[in-house]
């Protein structure tokens, strides 16, 4: 009822089910954030679902109860699983989890808005506010907070740890810890002996790999030369790690990356600053193993042109103890003079 004089209030209804939509839209649609805005924009979507929350409990009647949902889906939260029509076997706990999910199979989806973009996506883990937020793929796993935020159609990808966010578009592949992890432990490898496996590498960005040495994967072969010459201008050195990396301060030999990249630049490995970090002893084996193989020739040479010589010279023998002998043999006999005669 309007007081006498005063114009009506003009009012636009806005139902329960319409404000959740909006609410949850601005979670699932929000344009992803850059590592530099991340803390900031993570602590006002806290705020954001406090005040969301407090909202939601105000209200009766929802979600619907435990067993409510059809083809051995689970949801529990605001707009969890809420564009569903024949997708079975999913998953959904927390605001706006699996929140497009319409034909997608056993789908799992625990926290904020996690897998909330997939919408036929099947076989996929994400537990963690945000976790697999745009993904579209399949057989992704992300464990943590914005874990494999970031991934949007791969496939098979496995994201562990808080910001491990993934690339777009990537596919089979592992990321576990953010940048800010500085070590790693991994029981049960040290003392274990695997017989004809490769060497593990690790590059600047983390990537751990094997060395390939198959022509499948090769160009430009050719023989190495006079190219594995620069290693015999290496200077071998001891030394010992400072205190913070080696306690025990055990002896160690080998070469110092700065060193050598005054001689051959690609024998070192590099930081991901750019700065000199190690020396690719692999290589160096190879070169060293060059260089014997050339050392190797020479003697074998050498051996050959002795036993020549060698040969020459019995020969030579030979001749002389011949002609020698044919020297005694072509003597006039000796006369004895008889003294009376």
Do not use: C, W
């Not at 897998?115 to 745009?134: K, P, Q």
């Not at 040495?213 to 290693?231: C, G, L, N, V, Y």
């Not at 050195?237 to 630049?265: C, H, M, N, W």
């Not at 050498?302 to 002389?320: D, F, H, Y």
């Amino acid at each position: 009822m309007n007081l006498p004089g005063v114009a009506p209030s003009r009012t636009r209804p806005r139902t329960y089910k319409t404000r959740k939509k909006t609410a949850v839209d601005g979670i699932l649609h929000r344009t992803t954030r850059s590592r530099a805005r991340r803390t900031v924009l993570n602590k006002t979507f806290v705020v954001m679902m406090t005040g969301l929350f407090s909202f939601v409990s105000s209200e009766a009647g929802i979600p619907p109860p435990d067993g409510g949902n059809a083809n051995g889906n689970t949801a529990e939260g605001t707009q969890a699983l809420f564009s569903n029509i024949t997708g079975n076997a999913n998953t959904a706990i927390g605001v706006g989890a699996l929140y497009k999910n319409t034909t997608g199979v056993s789908n799992t989806a625990t926290g904020m808005a996690a897998l909330g973009s997939t919408t036929s996506g099947f076989s996929n883990t994400a537990i963690g506010a945000r976790a697999l937020l745009i993904a579209t793929g399949d057989y992704n796993v992300a464990l943590g907070d914005s874990a494999g935020e970031f991934l949007s159609t791969g496939d098979n990808n496995i994201d562990i740890g808080y910001n491990v966010v993934g690339v777009k578009g990537e596919s089979n592949t592992i990321r576990i810890g953010n940048t800010d992890i500085i070590a790693t432990y991994i029981r049960g490898i040290s003392g274990q002996t695997v017989v004809g496996g490769a060497a593990v590498f690790v590059d600047s960005n983390g990537k751990l790999g094997t060395m390939t040495a198959s022509t499948r994967f090769s160009d430009e072969i050719k023989p190495m030369d006079k190219a594995s010459e620069a290693i015999l201008t290496l200077k071998p050195v001891t030394f010992r790690y400072k205190q913070e990396i080696d306690s025990k301060s055990i002896r160690q030999f080998g070469l110092i990356a700065e060193e050598v990249e005054k001689v051959y630049p690609d024998l070192i490995v590099r930081d991901k600053e750019g700065k000199p970090y190690s020396v690719r002893y692999d290589q160096v084996n190879a070169m060293l193993l060059n260089e014997f193989l050339k050392e190797h020739g020479k003697v074998e040479k050498l051996e050959a042109s002795v036993a020549r010589q060698q040969k020459q010279i019995e020969t030579l023998t030979a001749g002389l103890q011949k002609v020698s002998a044919e020297l005694e043999a072509s003597k006039p006999a000796s006369q004895v003079v008889n003294n009376n005669q």
